[in-house]
């Protein structure tokens, strides 16, 4: 199994600032990936992040918009840029430990994000 | 693609009482199906997973689901609700698609135990 540190575990932000979410794992895995959930909604893959490449943005979402970094096989981070209410969502940090991504899945507890 | 219906965002049971919560999908191709669980400030665990094999899937905690081809459903079920079962629950498929997984979330059940 996989334990993820993910943090912070909430915030609350003002319009136009950014923040930036950690995830960390207890050990090297190979793929990670980022959702996010908003209110009333099921869980949408923002974006894979690949270490020592660019991640994978799904569609709708954007490098500039949700910048990732994956500097090493334990760690990566997500950030929401210049913020707007709309927001104001979980997001979850996610890894992949098998050699397939469905056999073993783990997730981080996720990042409760509220923007005035 | 795939897809997922999770009807009823919200459940209530009385302790002790059978819990039943719907699931219904649809996917181009054979799907793996999950339920996971979220406890409050908790991440998201996997409670059972059906990948092609038997077609009723036994869980922790008391919990199993039967995958219904012909009715494209995966309903979770437990037969005696537990105040720990209070939580959210989330219903996943998962299916090939141009070699790439992806995974299809239904918008939860959040799940509330009466003493």
């Known amino acids: 199994s996989a334990v993820i540190s993910q943090k912070p575990s909430r915030d609350i932000c003002q319009r136009g600032t950014s923040l930036t979410i950690q995830c960390q794992v207890d050990?090297?895995?190979?793929?990670m990936f980022w959702y996010r959930q908003q209110p009333g909604q099921s869980l949408t893959l923002i974006a894979t992040?690949?270490?020592?490449?660019?991640?994978?943005?799904e569609s709708g979402f954007v490098i500039d918009k949700f910048p990732i970094s994956r500097p090493n096989l334990t760690f990566s981070t997500l950030t929401v840029s210049n913020m707007s209410p709309e927001d104001s969502s979980i997001y979850l940090c996610?890894?992949?430990?098998?050699?397939?991504?469905?056999?073993?899945?783990?997730f981080g507890s996720g990042t409760q994000l509220s923007v005035l | 693609a795939q897809s997922v219906t999770q009807l009823d965002s919200h459940v209530s049971v009385s302790e002790g009482t059978p819990v039943l919560l719907r699931c219904n999908y649809s996917?181009?191709?054979?799907?793996?199906l999950f339920w996971y669980v979220q406890h409050p400030n908790k991440g998201l665990q996997l409670l059972l997973k059906?990948?092609?094999?038997?077609?009723l899937v036994k869980g922790i905690n008391g919990f199993e689901a039967e995958f219904k081809k012909s009715e494209t459903s995966f309903h979770l079920t437990k037969p005696s609700a537990h105040m720990s079962d209070a939580a959210e629950y989330f219903c996943?498929?998962?299916?090939?698609?141009?070699?790439?997984?992806?995974?299809?979330f239904g918008k939860g059940n959040q799940v509330v135990v009466i003493p």
């Open positions: 996610s890894v992949g430990t098998g050699g397939s991504l469905n056999e073993k899945l783990f």
């Open positions: 050990s090297q895995v190979t793929m």
């Open positions: 992040a690949n270490q020592g490449s660019e991640a994978t943005y």
């Open positions: 996917s181009s191709y054979s799907p793996s």
């Open positions: 059906y990948t092609s094999a038997a077609t």
């Open positions: 996943v498929v998962s299916g090939l698609y141009y070699g790439n997984n992806r995974l299809a």
